[in-house]
C-alpha cells in the first residue's frame, strides 16, 4: 500500500494512501480511549525528533505516539545557533545514520530538508514541516478531524484564512483537501497570495465576508506577528479588523461549520476568543486526533520494506 | 613550431568562412589558411577529421574565484576548465577576495595567468570600490593595469547615481560597464525562481522585476549617458524585451545570457538539488523562450558562462543556505549546440556569440581564425555524444545541474596560443 519509506509531503500522496492513513488512525485512535494506552508494534525501534525549529505541541505529539507503539524516542533539539557554529546538515545526517535511528522526525525552517535526508538509506524521514513548504502530518490530522465531525468530503467546502505565503500547512491542507475532493478557498490580503496558487484548483478571496460564505470548514493559520514589520499589512489591528474570525463573521459559514486552528493561536490577531473557546471550535480534537494520525504514520513506514 | 590542422570544416564568423581547409599555425600565431592540400609543410599534422576547427571560444563571464577563494576555483584550474571546453580566453569577473579594484590585485591577476593560465585571461575590474557600490573605482588605473570592462557582478550598483557616473566616467576609456541587474529588495532571501514551482517547493521566489526593474534603469541611464552598458546574464522575458526596444531606439547596449536560461526551467527545482541554485535564477518556461528568441533575433548578443564554480561544501547544504552558481566553462559549447540543432540560431551565429561578438563587445583581438591572428582555435566534433560527468571536470568546481546528461560536441583539441591540449 505504502510506496515511499518516507513520509515528505501530501504532494506526493496519493488519495488511496491518504484514506488508508486515515482509516488506520481511527484504528490508533480506539487504542487512545483504552485505560492502558501502549501497543507493542514499534518495540525496538528508535525514533529520533530532530527539530531545528521550536516546537512544543508537535514534538510532542510525535513523542508521544512514538512511545505508545513502544518505540525509543530520543530528543534532538538543535538551536539555530549550532548550526551558525557550523555543524553541516550533511554531519547531522551521518550521525543519525551512526546512531541507527530507524525514524527521523525533522523539523527545519528550509524547504527540501527532509527530502535532503531522505536520501539516507534504511531510515524514514517523516517531515514535521519544512520551510513554507509541507507539514503532512498537520494536514492528516485536519482531515481525519474534519472525516469525523462531516462523516465525508466530497462536496465540501473549506476555508483557509491567513498567511497562505509562508504556511506550510496551508500548502499541505490546499493538497490534501483537493485530492479528496473538498473545494478549498483561501482568504488572505493579497500581500500573502503565493504565486499561481490558482493554478492548485483554489479560489482566491481577499475578504472574509465573501469567502466565508457557506463554508463547511474554516481553517484559521497562525500569523507570524513580524509580518507586520515586512510590511504584509500595515497593524495588526487592521488585520483583524479585516481577517479575524469573529462570531458575526462566523455566522456567514453554514450553522454546523467548524472551526480549525493548528495551534498556537494569538487570540485577538486572528481569531477571536469567543469563537476559539465556542461550540463550533474542534481546536483541541485537532490535538488529540493528531496523535493517532502520527501512530498511523509511524505504523505505517515501519511497514514499508526499506 | 609549425602545426597543421587538416581535414577539418573551418568556420569563422569574422571572415564569414565555412569551408574544407587546412590552417597552419607557427608559433603562438596563425600563419594562414590553405585549400586542402597546398599549405606548407608543419611539424605536427593535426587530423581534425569531422570536426569543426573554430576561434578558441571567449568567456567574457567567468569566476576564477582568485585571489581569496582558491578552494573554490584558481587560476589555473579554472583556465584547464575552460580549454577543455574550447575556450582560449576568460575575463574573469572581479568579487575575489579582495576585491579587484586596484591595480595590485589586477596585476596579481595578470601575472598568475601568464605564468599557470591555460589559456589567456582579462580581468574585469570592479565598478566601485570593494564593489560596496559607494564611490568609483581608480578606473584608469584597473584599465591600464589590463582590466579590459567593469562590474559588480555578483552585486547590482543599487544607487543609480552611482551607475550615472560609471557610465559617464568609463567612457574615457570606452570600455564595458558590465551590469548586474537585481533589485536587491525585490530579490531578498528569494532562492529560486517566484511562480507556481517556488509556491508548490515552498522556496521563497525572486519576481522577474526584480531583474527588468534594474535593466529598465540601465537602459534608461545608458541612454542619458550613452556610455557602453552591457546587461550579464539576462533571464527574464521583460529583460529581453526591454533591451530589443532600447537597441531598436539607439541606446548603446549590449546583453549576454548563459547556457542554463536557455536550457532549463524553473520545474528542476522540485528536486531541491542545490546546482540548480543560481542567480539570476532559472526561471519559467516563457522567460526561456523568450531568450531564445532574443538570441535569435540578435537582442542578445552573446552567450557567457558566468561559470562559479564552488566547493561540495559550498553546496552540500540546505537550499536556502547553499551558494548561488554554476560551473559553466566544461558545458557551455555542447548546451549552445543544443540550440543549433533545435534550429534556434545555426552553427555560425552560435560560433559568433561565444567567439568574436564578445571580443567586439570586450574590444580584445580574439576571436578571429585568420593570418596573423593569435593561434586560438578549438576543435570539436559536434555529432559526438558524450555523457557529462561532473567529477571528471578539471573546473574544482563540480556544481553543474547536467551531470549525467547526454550532449553532443566533444571538444578533441584545444589550441590556445600555439600551445595544444588534448585529453584522452
Redesign the interface.
Known amino acids: 500500500m505504502f510506496k515511499s519509506k518516507d513520509l515528505l509531503g501530501i ?1 506526493e500522496l496519493t488519495s488511496e494512501e491518504i484514506y488508508h492513513i486515515l482509516d488506520t488512525a481511527a484504528g490508533f485512535k480506539d487504542v487512545l480511549k483504552r485505560d492502558i494506552k501502549k501497543v507493542p508494534p514499534l518495540r525496538g525501534k528508535t525514533v529520533a525528533n530532530l527539530f531545528f525549529e521550536p516546537s512544543t505541541r508537535t514534538r510532542t505529539s510525535f513523542e508521544l505516539a512514538a512511545k505508545r507503539l513502544s518505540a525509543d524516542v530520543v530528543n534532538f533539539s538543535v538551536p539555530a545557533s549550532s548550526v551558525v557554529k557550523g555543524e ?3 554531519d547531522t545526517a551521518l550521525t543519525i545514520q551512526a546512531l541507527g535511528a530507524d525514524f527521523v522526525v525533522i523539523r ?6 527532509p ?2 535526508l531522505s536520501r539516507i538509506k534504511n531510515i524514514s524521514v517523516i517531515n514535521a514541516g ?5 507539514h503532512p502530518t498537520q494536514a492528516l490530522l485536519d482531515l481525519f478531524t474534519i472525516q469525523s465531525r462531516k462523516g465525508k468530503f466530497r462536496g465540501l467546502t473549506a476555508a483557509i484564512v491567513g498567511d497562505i505565503t509562508h504556511s ?1 500547512v496551508a ?1 499541505s491542507n490546499i493538497y490534501a483537501l483537493t485530492k479528496l475532493g473538498v473545494k478549498v478557498r483561501i482568504i488572505c490580503p493579497p500581500t500573502l497570495v ?4 490558482g ?2 484548483g483554489v479560489e482566491i478571496f481577499d475578504s472574509m465576508e465573501k469567502g466565508l460564505r457557506k463554508v463547511d470548514v474554516i481553517m484559521m493559520l497562525r500569523l507570524q506577528l513580524e509580518r507586520q514589520s515586512k510590511g504584509f499589512f500595515p497593524s495588526l489591528e487592521e488585520y483583524f479588523n479585516l481577517y479575524g474570525l469573529t462570531a458575526e463573521r462566523l455566522k456567514l459559514a453554514k450553522d454546523d461549520a467548524i472551526v480549525m486552528h493548528p495551534g498556537p493561536m494569538n487570540r485577538g490577531v486572528e481569531i477571536a476568543t469567543d469563537v476559539a473557546d465556542g461550540p463550533q471550535s474542534v481546536i483541541l480534537e485537532q490535538v488529540t486526533n493528531g496523535l493517532a494520525v502520527r501512530m498511523a504514520v509511524l505504523y505505517l513506514l515501519a511497514g514499508v520494506k526499506k | 613550431m609549425k602545426i597543421l590542422i587538416t581535414n577539418g570544416r573551418v568556420i569563422d564568423p569574422h571572415s564569414n568562412t565555412d569551408g574544407r581547409l587546412d590552417v597552419l599555425i607557427e608559433g603562438t600565431k596563425i600563419r594562414g589558411l590553405y585549400p586542402e592540400g597546398s599549405a606548407p609543410k608543419a611539424d605536427r599534422v593535426i587530423d581534425a577529421s569531422r570536426c569543426i576547427v573554430i576561434p578558441g571560444l571567449v568567456d567574457m563571464h567567468t569566476h576564477l574565484r582568485e585571489p581569496g577563494l582558491e578552494y573554490k576555483e584558481t587560476i589555473k584550474t579554472g583556465t584547464m576548465a575552460a580549454v577543455k571546453g574550447g575556450f582560449t580566453t576568460v575575463c574573469c569577473m572581479p568579487n575575489t577576495n579582495p576585491v579587484n579594484d586596484t591595480m595590485a590585485v589586477t596585476r596579481f591577476i595578470v601575472e598568475k595567468a601568464s605564468k599557470e593560465g591555460a589559456c589567456t585571461v582579462y580581468p574585469i575590474g570592479a565598478i566601485t570600490k570593494g564593489q560596496k557600490g559607494e564611490e568609483l573605482a581608480e578606473l584608469e588605473m584597473l584599465t591600464r593595469t589590463g582590466c579590459i570592462a567593469f562590474s559588480d557582478d555578483g552585486r547590482p550598483v543599487t544607487d543609480s547615481l552611482i551607475m550615472r557616473r560609471a557610465l559617464e566616467y568609463s567612457k574615457i576609456f570606452d570600455i564595458p560597464v558590465i551590469s548586474h541587474c537585481e533589485d536587491l529588495k525585490l530579490s531578498e532571501g528569494g532562492v529560486m525562481n517566484e511562480g507556481f514551482v517556488s509556491t508548490i517547493v515552498g522556496l521563497k521566489g525572486i519576481p522577474n522585476a526584480a531583474e527588468d526593474i534594474m535593466v529598465a534603469r540601465d537602459l534608461l541611464l545608458a541612454g542619458l549617458t550613452g556610455g557602453r552598458l552591457h546587461i550579464a546574464h539576462v533571464s527574464t522575458q521583460g529583460a529581453v524585451e526591454l533591451i530589443r526596444t532600447a537597441k531598436s531606439r539607439g541606446i548603446n547596449v549590449t546583453a549576454e545570457t548563459c547556457p542554463h536560461y536557455f536550457t532549463l526551467t524553473d520545474e528542476s527545482l522540485v528536486s531541491y538539488d542545490t546546482n540548480f541554485k543560481v542567480n539570476p535564477p532559472i526561471r519559467g518556461a516563457k522567460d526561456v523562450e523568450a531568450v531564445r528568441q532574443g538570441l535569435k533575433d540578435g537582442t542578445i548578443d552573446a552567450i557567457a558562462t558566468d561559470h562559479a564554480p564552488h566547493h561540495v561544501d559550498d553546496k552540500n547544504v540546505e537550499f536556502d543556505r547553499a551558494a548561488f552558481g554554476i560551473s559553466g566553462l566544461e558545458t557551455a559549447f555542447s548546451l549552445g549546440l543544443r540550440l543549433v540543432e533545435e534550429g534556434v540560431i545555426d552553427l555560425m551565429q552560435l560560433i559568433r556569440k561565444m567567439t568574436l561578438i564578445p571580443s567586439e563587445i570586450m574590444k580584445i583581438n580574439k576571436g578571429r581564425l585568420s593570418e596573423g591572428a593569435d593561434a586560438d582555435i578549438a576543435v570539436i566534433n559536434t555529432d559526438k555524444k558524450y555523457r557529462v560527468d561532473s567529477s571528471a571536470f578539471l573546473s574544482k568546481g563540480k556544481n553543474t545541474p547536467f551531470d549525467r546528461w547526454t550532449l553532443k560536441g566533444v571538444v578533441e583539441k584545444t589550441i590556445s596560443r600555439g600551445k595544444v591540449y588534448e585529453w584522452d
Do not use: C, M, W, Y
Not at chain 1, 519544512?130 to 509541507?134: K, L, V
Not at chain 1, 503565493?194 to 496558487?197: G, H, K, L, R, S
Open positions: 504532494k553541516t546538515l550533511k527545519h525552517s528550509s524547504a527540501g530538508v527530502h535532503f519544512d520551510g513554507a513548504n509541507e506550510r500548502r503565493p504565486a499561481e496558487i493554478k492548485l
